[in-house]
């Protein structure tokens, strides 16, 4: 039972321009989200994360949107870097346990030069 | 302290053998957890521990596995009777206890053959 879901499983965009990736999840216990990015070769890295009693959280060139009506949450890069290439993974958790979190299949993001 | 790492990093083993996998965390954590992640997935939990105890194990976690951090510190993994189902990357992750972000090691990639 995939409770976190990213439906895209690649995307690909122009160096400056934005990227948006998206995640969907079905739990409506879920309250804390968080945005991970994996390099090949490596572990995934902490990028930014929101709680539920937030809709929009910013670090950056990173934006983190939550709709929880919608039980969606997006991640924007402006502007996006050919750095930024990178499998990008979203995940979930519930905070009073913060014991298990649950995660996305992943979005190979590749930002052409 | 660098970050949480991993040892080995790559680990071939014939179907049948026991197979056990370090993970040391960032020192001043007392979550630690492992994930295993295999090709086109996000990371899926295993288990995890707070100091020395092991707080919740998935159902993924046959009893073929067995996961131990004695001191509260460094953690091993022992995969016992390996079948060819085991190949994974297995990632450690830690974090503070009552925060969610984790900070993942760099994995051990299993191949049983």
């Known amino acids: 039972d995939q409770q976190v879901k990213q439906n895209s499983p690649s995307l690909s965009v122009q160096e400056g321009r934005i990227s948006i990736l998206n995640c969907d999840y079905t739990n409506s216990m879920f309250d804390y989200f968080l945005w991970y990015k994996k390099y090949p070769a490596e572990g995934p890295t902490f990028l930014i994360s929101i709680s539920s009693i937030k809709d929009k959280n910013e670090d950056g060139r990173f934006t983190v949107f939550l709709n929880k009506s919608a039980k969606h949450l997006s991640l924007h890069i402006v502007p996006s870097q050919p750095g930024d290439s990178a499998v990008y993974f979203c995940?979930?958790?519930?905070?009073?346990?913060?014991?298990?979190?649950?995660f996305g299949t992943g979005t190979s993001l590749t930002v052409i030069p | 302290d660098t970050g949480v790492s991993q040892d080995p990093r790559h680990k071939i083993t014939k179907r049948g053998q026991n197979v056990t996998f370090r993970c040391d965390p960032i020192?001043?954590?007392?979550?630690l957890y492992w994930y295993r992640q295999t090709l086109g997935q996000g990371p899926e939990f295993l288990t995890y521990?707070?100091?020395?105890?092991?707080?919740?194990k998935s159902r993924l976690l046959s009893d073929r596995f067995s996961a131990e951090r004695p001191k509260g510190s460094f953690s091993t993994l022992e995969i016992q009777r390996t079948e060819q189902g085991d190949s994974a990357m297995y990632l450690c992750?830690?974090?503070?206890?009552?925060?969610?972000?984790?900070?993942f090691g760099p994995g051990t990639r299993l191949t049983v053959t």
């Open positions: 995940a979930a958790t519930t905070s009073n346990t913060g014991n298990q979190f649950y």
């Open positions: 992750a830690s974090s503070f206890a009552g925060g969610p972000e984790q900070y």
């Open positions: 020192s001043e954590h007392n979550r």
């Open positions: 521990f707070q100091n020395e105890a092991q707080l919740e």
